[in-house]
């Protein structure tokens, strides 16, 4: 077991991509504290965990809330006597994200509290006990491939991409405690919150057929990277952003291109 007996706080664990991340650490031995606004939620994931044999703890945290944040980490320390990990997975993708011109700034503001203040409140509060604990930790801060690609939608793209410089930043500062910071990308998953977004699954393959891997993500896609952050084998890893996309930020297969490319290689060599 790869994080035997590391405990692993996961906010927004309580459906999604969290959600595997928590039982995906909890069958690699970690003891895993879910968090996020609905009780019921993590409470199931709890259970499926406690099922597998697994030890976990649901917590009902708003990540916009200073006393909430404060509250987890004590309810973690008091459960485990310790922190070793933090996924920091909560965040929100708005609808009618409306773009620069015609952007309302409380919705704005209210992105930036949850997936940029809601990420550094909760780093902020386990940092602290990591440094007292004096055995170093490991921060996994989880973006998007909006980190890199901007996607027309104004308060969004722009978190993405502090996530990016607050991880960076952490990392540097946080080093002399053995904190390592690291960020995990995610590509367009299938999840409740893109299905919506998109009008379905189907419509998500649709939409990114065109990768170089032809299909959209998985919750899955990106639970090896978490486990391995959360691992002793990225004990040496600190300011890194590994993205799991399909291909997309770097390798976009605009449609109609394998016809030009195959052309091209039909043509006689010109060297």
């Known amino acids: 077991m790869r994080c035997k007996d590391k405990v692993v706080i996961i906010t927004g664990g309580g459906s999604g991509a969290g959600k595997a991340y928590a039982l995906a650490l909890a069958k690699e031995g970690a ?3 879910v968090a996020g606004r609905r009780l019921s939620r ?3 994931t709890v259970q499926e965990i406690e099922a597998d044999g697994g030890e976990a703890l649901a917590v009902a945290a708003d990540v916009t809330v200073r006393e909430d944040v404060d509250r ?3 309810a973690t320390v008091e459960r485990f006597g310790r922190i070793d990990c933090l996924v920091n997975n909560a965040a929100i993708y708005p609808s009618g994200d409306s773009g620069v011109l015609n952007q309302n700034e409380d919705k704005w503001m209210y992105v930036f509290d949850v997936s940029i203040d809601g990420k550094y409140r909760c ?3 386990v940092a602290r006990v990591m440094a ?5 930790g490991s921060i996994i801060n989880i973006g998007s491939v909006a980190t890199i690609l901007g996607f027309g939608s104004g308060a969004y793209t722009n978190v993405e991409g502090t ?6 930043g952490m990392a540097l500062e946080l080093s002399p405690y053995k904190i390592r910071v690291n960020e995990v990308g995610m590509g367009s998953t299938h999840t409740e919150a893109q299905a919506e977004l998109y009008g379905g699954d189907d419509a998500i393959e649709t939409t990114w057929a ?3 891997l032809s299909r959209g993500g998985k919750t899955d896609d990106t639970v090896p990277l978490v486990i391995y952050f959360c691992s002793d084998e990225s004990e040496y890893v600190t300011g890194e952003s590994v993205t799991a996309d399909g291909g997309c930020v770097y390798t976009f297969w605009p449609g109609g291109v394998d016809n030009v490319l195959a052309a091209y290689r039909a043509k006689p060599s010109s060297i």
């Open 132 to 136: 007292k604990q004096g055995t170093g």
């Open 31 to 33: 003891k895993v504290v």
């Open 42 to 44: 993590l409470e199931r």
């Open 210 to 212: 065109d990768l170089p």
């Open 163 to 168: 996530i990016l410089g607050m991880t960076r």
């Open 72 to 74: 987890l980490v004590q």
């Open 123 to 125: 780093a902020q509060a």
